[in-house]
């Protein structure tokens, strides 16, 4: 099955775009960052500013996990909800539990205070199980397993919290399949999944 929940958002003071373009020849050094919506096509300054300054919080996190003993992804803090960067440039912290009560801690581990803060139901960590869980199950003994076969992909998605399962037969009777043998989570949702083939 799969559900959707609105997440909470406290609205912080973060900067918007403006209306300064920058072509595509300057945006040089965006290649390879996760921003395909706009790599081809102009960018603001704000954005990239916005964009920059997220990318060092991200780091700045990741090093604060590893420091505090939390650096294997399935042993993040449970409060810790995951994060991204959102469609302008800014950073997104996903918290599970009162955010109030998390903000100091974040400014400290990312080093800044120009950070959004939204509430979630599920920590990173039970997301990264879930997903953990899916992939045991797909690897043992593929070949003689249907519903194993069946799986064609396992995306764990901070954005939306939640775990994005490819089948390659979307129907509701191997989804029920799926759910009886492998995991039941109400933070599962499954899309139609297709084989590459390399040439």
């Given at each position: ?13 973060v ?30 300054r ?35 909800g ?28 990312v ?89």
């Open positions: 099955m799969s559900c959707h929940t609105k997440n909470k958002e406290i609205q912080e003071p900067q918007q775009s403006d209306d300064t373009a920058v072509t595509p020849a300057d945006t040089g050094y965006l290649i390879g960052m996760d921003i395909p919506e706009y790599r081809y096509t102009d960018l603001s704000q954005f990239i500013a916005n964009h920059d300054r997220s990318m060092g919080y991200h780091q700045n996190l990741l090093d604060s996990f590893e420091e505090s003993g939390h650096g294997k992804e399935s042993g993040r803090p449970e409060y810790f995951g994060s991204y960067i959102n469609e302008d440039g800014n950073f997104v912290i996903l918290i599970k539990g009162n955010i109030a009560d998390y903000r100091q801690e974040f400014e400290e581990r080093k800044g205070e120009d950070f959004i803060l939204k509430q979630t139901d599920v920590s990173y960590a039970e997301l990264h199980r879930i997903k953990d869980k899916i992939g045991i199950y797909m690897s043992t003994d593929r070949q003689n397993n249907e519903v194993a076969r069946n799986i064609i992909s396992i995306v764990l998605d901070e954005k939306n919290s939640r775990i994005e399962v490819g089948l390659e037969d979307l129907s509701p009777e191997a989804i029920q399949q799926f759910e009886e043998n492998v995991i039941d989570s109400p933070y599962i949702q499954f899309v139609a999944g297709e084989y590459i083939e390399l040439v």
